[in-house]
Structure formats: C-alpha cells, structure tokens
T-cell receptor, first 113, second 113 residues
C-alpha cells in the first residue's frame, strides 16, 4: 500500500526554470492538495482538488499551476521558478467522509538559486 | 476564513513531566487533526477529532476537542525523549467538508533527560 507518493524528493532549480512536482495516491481519495512548508510558518495551502477535473486556489497560489485529470494524480507545476519558492512541498490526500485522516507524501525539498 | 493558532510555539520540558499544547481556531471546524513531524520527515497523523467533547488517547498523548470554546488540546503525560518533535494542529472548515486544511504554526517540543 503506497499511500501518497511524491517525486522527486530533492530538486535544485535555477531562477526562471520550470518543473513539475508529481503526486500520486492509490487510496481512491476524492481530495488532494498541495502545501508548502517554510520555517516558522506551518503548512500553507497552495492548490487543492475535490475530484478529477476540479481544482481551486488555496492561500498561496501565485506562481503555481495544477490539474487533476485522474483521481490518482495531482501534479504541481512551477511556471518560472523564483528564489521565494524555495521550500518543502507536501502533497496530501483525504476523503470527504469525516473521521478519516489526511495522508501526506514524503515531501519534495526544492531549492531555487 | 478559518484561522488556527497554537501555543506555545516552543516547549522545552523534562522527562517525566506533563504539559499541554493548545490549539485555538476561529470559526466552525468540521474536523480537527493533530500531526507529528520529525525533522526532515513528513507529517504523521496522530488524531482526528470530530465532535464536541471528543477525547482520543494514544500512549502518552491525549487529544481533546471543545467546539464551543473552539479549542483543542494535546496533553503529554510523563514525557519521554522520543516525543521530541514538532506537533501541528489543523482544522477543516465545515463549508469545505474537509477538502482543505488550515494549519497552526506548530509547537516544537524538546524533551530533555
């Protein structure tokens, strides 16, 4: 049971480069979301999805795009990387049914130089 | 908009002592989560609390929820070094049915021998 799988685990980008962070879950969860974690700030929501074909912005969406073509996958695209996007990124999946935990991937540590 | 505040942000305690971490939230929350994070690792789910008066216990940790006071607590009993980690609470507003979580800033707990 893989749970939530994120790739890559580490990435260094140059300013202006683009890349996609991958996230896949095998639990058939309706909800998926992306968070970034910066020191002293907890986790902040970037984008989220309540089902295939449906996405919405979170608290800090600027500079990021998402799509959800399947239930399993929720990639996060950085369009033109900036040093301010240096962070640890976590993907999470959950279900609408209350009482069930939200599962997190192992994280992607991104450095933009 | 749901806001979540934790206190204290830093907690240094001796082994064998008891302490409580507090989590206040601003609006009606559908569910309240507690997570543990070790340095460089992902988030590990500890508890999901759904209803007023809910209490859950696992080992030396006990979480409770008071929806009227909009307060959740994480109580640590007879702390041991292995409990050293950062603890996050996160709420999900009723309007979004748990699709998006709002995190507190985290409480960095250090248990000293």
């Amino acid at each position: 049971n893989a749970g939530v799988t994120q790739t890559p685990k580490f990435q260094v980008l140059k300013t202006g480069q683009s890349m996609t962070l991958q996230c896949a879950q095998d639990m058939n969860h309706e909800y998926m979301s992306w968070y970034r974690q910066d020191p002293g700030m907890g986790l902040r929501l970037i984008h989220y999805s309540v089902g295939a074909g449906i996405t919405d912005q979170g608290e800090v969406p600027n500079g990021y795009n998402v799509s959800r073509s399947t239930t399993e996958d929720f990639p996060l695209r950085l369009l033109s990387a900036a040093p301010s996007q240096t962070s640890v990124y976590f993907c999470a999946s959950s279900t609408q049914a209350p009482g069930f935990e939200a599962f997190f991937g192992q994280g992607t540590r991104l450095t933009v130089v | 908009e749901l806001k979540v505040e934790q206190n204290p942000l830093f907690l240094s305690m001796q082994e064998g002592k008891n302490y409580t971490i507090y989590c206040n939230y601003s609006t009606t929350s559908d569910r309240l989560y507690w997570y543990r994070q070790d340095p460089g690792k992902s988030l590990e789910s500890l508890f999901v609390l759904l209803s007023n008066g809910a209490v859950k216990q696992e080992g030396r940790l006990m979480a409770s929820l008071d929806t009227k006071a909009r307060l959740s607590t994480l109580h640590i009993t007879a702390a041991v070094h292995d409990l050293s980690a950062t603890y996050f609470c996160a709420g999900a507003s009723r309007e979004t049915s748990g699709s998006r979580l709002t995190f507190g800033e985290g409480t960095q707990l250090t248990v000293n021998p």
